[in-house]
């Protein structure tokens, strides 16, 4: 199994990016999928997950509303799109599959 992060960048407050995930090694259409973010001397925090049922979707409260996740099952890729990009954004953000077993090695956003 691995999962590649990009996507990341330097962006300024209310700006938007668009992150990957590209998977191999498994089924991907067949598992639900998680984003989870750490922030500098903070622990991780869920920010949104897929289930693999439906293609049902949930983001934490704190994100809502600026956070979309989706997937292209023919590309084996998972996406978090974040929107008005706010300053306590910054942070690794990891993506991490059904168990958290696997996960990728983070790509950097900062918003400053």
């Known amino acids: 199994v691995q999962l590649v992060e990009s996507g990341g960048g330097l962006v300024q407050p209310g700006g938007s990016l668009r992150l990957s995930c590209a998977a191999s090694?498994?089924?991907?259409?067949?598992?639900?999928m998680h984003w989870v973010r750490q922030a500098p001397g903070k622990g991780r925090e869920l920010v949104a997950q897929?289930?693999?049922?439906?293609?049902?979707?949930d983001a934490a409260d704190s994100v809502r509303d600026r956070f979309i996740i989706s997937q292209d099952n023919a590309k084996n890729t998972l996406y978090l799109q974040i929107f008005s990009l706010k300053t306590e954004d910054t942070a690794v953000y990891y993506c991490?599959?059904?168990?958290?077993?696997?996960w990728g090695q983070g790509t950097q956003v900062t918003v400053s």
């Open positions: 090694g498994f089924t991907f259409s067949s598992y639900s």
């Open positions: 897929i289930y693999s049922a439906g293609g049902r979707t």
């Open positions: 991490a599959n059904s168990d958290f077993r696997y």
